[in-house]
């Protein structure tokens, strides 16, 4: 008998950036909504429409909570997994022009699994 290996399922995305917009009411841990998350989503948005044509293939949604909440807001581009975080929201037009647009990574945002929480 042959075993046959599964083909790879392909990504219907070429990149898919999903941002944590998550809010919630404990003031404690509020999560990325109040930390400018739904604003880096806008920019991301903003920076995909400018960018036409070459976009196609890109998709940026919100998401809720990541799980890596203390480190916000965060997201991460699929279907290789790399995380970002943003210090203001402006960072996410770096990570759709570098990572999205230019197939490279935006390593100064880069968020490792390493990286301890603040
Ligand atoms: S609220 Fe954004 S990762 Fe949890």
Known sequence: MTRQTPEKPRGFYRHHLMICTNRRDNPARPGC????????????????????????????????????CELGPVAVVYPDGTWYRCINPEDMITVVEQHLLEDRLATTLRLTDDMPDP
């Not at 909504?33 to 070459?54: D, I, T």
């Open 33 to 68: 909504g109040a930390m400018q998350g739904e604003e880096a989503f806008q920019k991301a948005k903003a920076a995909l429409r400018a960018a036409g044509p070459q976009a196609q293939g890109v998709q940026v949604s919100r998401t809720g909570c990541l799980g890596r």
